[in-house]
């Protein structure tokens, strides 16, 4: 017999969707040069661009994030050219296997998983390597669950002439971001984090700075699904696809950038940094540690929780979805710690404290000692401070 499917989807993406992005998602599957798919895909891009308050321009390739970052760096990396890569996590250990990989000269400024680099650390490097030519963060490193101090990181470059790589994936619609103030070049987001939409779309957007550093990249690819510039040539000057995309995760991704503009993207981040705290004053009054060793650098969109000594986090994770039908995400190797997501759908109402209750008794029944009531309570009261949004 097949499994069933969880009662809750409290993972760190791909998070719970509404009803809305999937009844959207079943919409009719329509040619893509229908004008009405036309129609629908462009006014994604300027959707896009309001959830990121950006003018810059909006690239949206048709697979998951990865594809995405994983663009940016073949568009910009020439071989022997200096980047400054800021690792404090997979993503950004990730990054600089890329970047090195294509020939970049990589400069890593590096922390332990349960930090963030710290603003003069990004400035001592970025004055130490006047030849560095882009910078790279992780704006929300997810299976850390941390944040990086990305408006002075924005600053730092702007004022050196960096262009700046951000892998804002974990952070668009959950966390603040303001590419155009802070001076970001290329950023690169997805809908199934914080958004609550499907997985399959890489979001980018891109500074006149970025472009001009592609444009120095003769290698940059073209007639290739990794390229951007297809779809700057092709889509942003012509309306033509460079391949299809896929019909239906347009429609469903159009549904949940509605519905978050509907929202207020500023309310939306308000709703995750309230649905965190919670989770966060639950943990701790459970008896748990956080993963961040400081909390001013916990991230909205997931709270990462250390394990108590002897348990593995697939360990962990197995037993609460089997015993009580509830997901949340493992460590993704950074780590001993499980992590409670709070995206999109899953960050408001009492969805942290299912998550919570989870963890908790999820550990009590495998011999850990944990407060799980006073975590509830505890949670609770942090609820009850604001309204539900
Ligand atoms: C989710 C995520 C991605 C996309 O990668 P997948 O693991 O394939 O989903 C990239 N970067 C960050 C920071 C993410 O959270």
Redesign the pocket.
Known sequence: MSMRSPDFTLA???TTVSARVLSAQGSPVTYHYDPAFLERFRTLGELVGRVYGTENDIILMQG???LG?EAAVVATVRPGMKVINLVN?P?GKGMGYWLRGHGAEVVEVETGYREVPTPEMIEAAVLANPDAELLAV??????CGTVSPLREIGAICRDNGVVTLV?????LGGVEIHPDEWGLDIC?S?P??CLGGP?GMSMLAISQQGWDLIAKNSNAPRDSFLSILDWKDKWLEGEKFPYTPSVSDVYGVFAACEQILEEGVDAAVLRHARTAAASRAGVLAMGLELWPLDPATAAS??TAVKLPAGLTDSHVRDHIRRRYGVMISGA?GAGDLVRLGHMGETARSLYPIIGLSALGQGLRDLGCEVDVGNGIDVAMAALSESPNL
């Open positions: 760190a993406g791909p998951e994030a990865v970052l996590g993503y992780v704006h929300v490193e997810t299976p892998d804002a994936v974990a952070s690169v997805a199934q984090k997985s969109s997931a993704l």
